[in-house]
């Protein structure tokens, strides 16, 4: 069975640019989460939808960054316009349901982003 | 608000060594879940294993083992006999019942660089 799946796994910009990040959940699963990592602050939930709806995006950084969930197979995380310091590795995850604290979530590869 | 530490931030042991990773959390919750994920070189991180709070049993599933402690309020990690590919960066997590979602809080992680 498919793990979550995130495109690209690589991705290089340069400053001012949108980018756009992509995953899509494992099929059946009703919650996605996108998390930010880096060195300095370690994993950041920066948002999570349960059933395409974005329930908590108080970790988003910045109104530079929004997510959209159109569909329970797929959703975006767009940075617009990127800085430098928007490097990091962007994850995603889901979970069968995210109401309820006892479910596993998996994770995707990841998006490893260089902003120059 | 809930909290996760992982204390080493980095382990280095000679291969066939047992290693013990430390996980302390801090939580108002009385039903709470408890993970570890590892994160190997390759990037992507890998469910290890959940404890509820109510199950205080020890587990052991081959050569890695949990010890979970409500008293210290900790859950640490060992690995007994440890291999070259255990070298991995460990994270362990949190996810409260009161927040009504799996929304989980990662500690920094603990790197173990296990060589031959």
Redesign the interface.
């Known amino acids: 069975d498919a793990g979550v799946i995130q495109s690209p796994r690589h991705e290089v910009t340069e400053m001012g640019q949108e980018v756009t990040l992509r995953c899509k959940p494992i099929s059946g699963h009703n ?1 996605l ?1 996108w998390y930010r990592q880096t060195m300095m602050r ?2 950041e ?1 920066l948002i ?1 939808f ?1 059933n395409n709806v974005p ?2 995006d108080s970790g988003m950084p910045e109104d530079r960054f929004s997510a959209k969930m159109p569909n329970a197979s797929f959703s975006t995380l767009k940075i617009q316009p990127s800085e430098p310091r928007d490097s990091a ?1 962007y ?1 995603c ?1 889901s ?1 069968l ?14 998006t ?1 982003l260089s902003v120059l | 608000a809930q909290k996760v530490t992982q204390a080493q931030t980095e382990i280095s042991v000679v291969e066939k060594e047992d290693v013990t990773l430390d996980c302390v959390y801090e939580t108002r919750d009385t039903t709470y879940y408890l993970f570890w994920y590892k994160q190997p070189p390759s990037g992507e991180l890998v469910f290890l294993i959940r404890r509820n709070s109510f199950d205080e049993q020890n587990e052991i599933s081959g050569r890695y083992s949990w010890n979970f402690q409500k008293s210290t309020s900790s859950f640490n990690f060992t690995i007994t006999a440890s291999q070259v590919v255990d070298s991995a960066v460990y994270f362990c997590a949190l996810s409260e019942a009161s927040s009504g979602y799996s929304t989980l809080t990662f500690g920094k992680g603990t790197m173990l660089l296990v060589s031959p």
Do not use: P
């Open positions: 919650s989460f370690g994993l939930l999570y349960n329930i908590d590795v994850f995850a979970s349901t995210g109401v309820t604290a006892k479910n596993i979530q998996y994770f995707g590869a990841g490893r």
